[in-house]
């Protein structure tokens, strides 16, 4: 009786062949996600556009997308469906060390060197990192973990992780820190028993992360559009990640952010992108030590 009631008082649900993304519709709201967040829809996209849209409309009480197209409008540049739709629409796949090659290459060449040269008065016992595009938060914490292991022990350090991205949704999981069992498969055993705590009782089969790895990482929402970025102008990194994020941006995008990720880089810093992704064609200011692994080239501008 209780589930008819809840039942009778939600509205019919309209199916979901009631929506249909045309081509005006479809042309629209392409071209505004690329105004806001740089991503290139390619026409083989409608599908997967009108299945993430189709629920917003839903939520709103809209009859079709030309309604939505003009409410997002009128929130224009920002706005709370603004932000809801940018959210629906972006990917966010990830794994704790994901693409492990990454996280060694960080562990056994470049925090060694960085701590040489501060042992040896040539550098300070300071180490800034970006990941642009942090997703659910794996990456940044499994640096984290690495960063803890490899160079906290050798004495106090002043070490700061930004970890960003475009989605609010995911930057709040990211936030919290914690994880289902299968998502922290990939991360070893004595990490995990070292760097989480497993739930009990109600909160069996979960892990999270623990206040040391966490406190190294601030969260925080950046649109990678964004001119300027909401980052002092005097803060340069020593490693940008940017895994996995350019793929969706056209060429003209890609060549302004990596010119920008230069210019925060402190010289010789560390440039860490995707497997699929390259920077041949698109910028010449970087040099490449292999494995999607780039450094800042010193004869650049």
């Not at 939520?59 to 939505?68: I, K, M, P, R």
């Not at 990917?91 to 562990?107: M, P």
């Not at 056209?250 to 952010?257: A, E, M, V």
Request: include cysteine.
């Amino acid at each position: 009786m209780l589930q008819n009631t809840a039942l009778s008082l939600s509205p019919p649900a309209i199916p979901q062949s009631d929506f249909k993304l045309g081509d005006k519709e479809f042309g629209l709201l392409r071209q505004l996600v690329y105004e806001l967040t740089g991503i290139s829809l390619a026409d083989g996209k409608r599908t997967m556009l009108e299945s993430r849209l189709v629920r917003r409309l839903r939520v709103l009480g809209l009859d079709d997308f030309t309604a939505y197209y003009k409410l997002l409008r009128d929130q224009m540049p920002q706005g709370a469906e603004i932000r809801a739709m940018i959210n629906a629409v972006t990917t966010n796949k990830t794994e704790f060390f994901r693409e492990k090659h990454h996280f060694d290459f960080v562990a056994d060449q470049i925090l060694p060197l960085i701590r040489t040269a501060a042992s040896s008065g040539h550098g300070p016992r300071r180490l800034r990192v970006w990941h642009a595009g942090c997703s659910t938060g794996q990456e940044p914490y499994s640096l984290s973990m690495v960063i803890l292991d490899t160079l906290i022990n050798s004495g106090t350090w002043d070490i700061k992780l930004l970890a960003s991205d475009i989605d609010t949704n995911v930057l709040q999981i990211a936030q919290e820190g914690v994880y289902k069992e299968d998502e922290v498969a990939s991360v070893p055993p004595e990490l995990l028993k070292r760097h989480f705590m497993r739930g009990r009782g109600a909160n069996e089969g979960m892990y999270q992360v623990k206040d040391a790895a966490k406190q190294l990482i601030k969260f925080r929402h950046i649109n990678l559009l964004e001119e300027p970025w909401p980052i002092s102008p005097s803060v340069q990194f020593d490693i940008i990640f940017c895994r996995n994020v350019v793929i969706y941006f056209d060429k003209q995008t890609q060549r302004r952010l990596f010119q920008r990720y230069y210019d925060k880089l402190k010289p010789g810093g560390h440039l860490f992108i995707g497997h699929s992704e390259t920077l041949h064609g698109i910028s010449d200011s970087f040099d490449l030590l292999g494995g999607t692994i780039y450094q800042k080239s010193a004869n650049s501008r």
